[in-house]
């Protein structure tokens, strides 16, 4: 007697793409982020 709640066999899911669109303005958001808090905290103070 086969099994009924067995899955359907369907072909094997593919892989994610490497590089979405969301990742790629992720990583750019917190390298932005990043770069400017970096610059923040280096340059030299206003006061003389």
């Given at each position: 007697?086969?099994?009924?709640?067995?899955?359907?066999?369907?072909?094997?899911?593919?892989?994610p793409?490497?590089?979405?669109?969301?990742r790629?303005?992720?990583?750019?958001?917190?390298?932005?982020?990043?770069?400017?808090?970096?610059?923040?905290?280096?340059?030299?103070?206003?006061?003389?």
């Amino acid at each position: 007697m086969p099994d009924v709640v067995s899955r359907p066999r369907t072909e094997p899911e593919e892989d994610p793409a490497r590089f979405t669109r969301r990742r790629l303005w992720r990583w750019l958001a917190i390298l932005t982020i990043g770069t400017a808090t970096m610059v923040a905290c280096w340059q030299d103070p206003l006061y003389p």
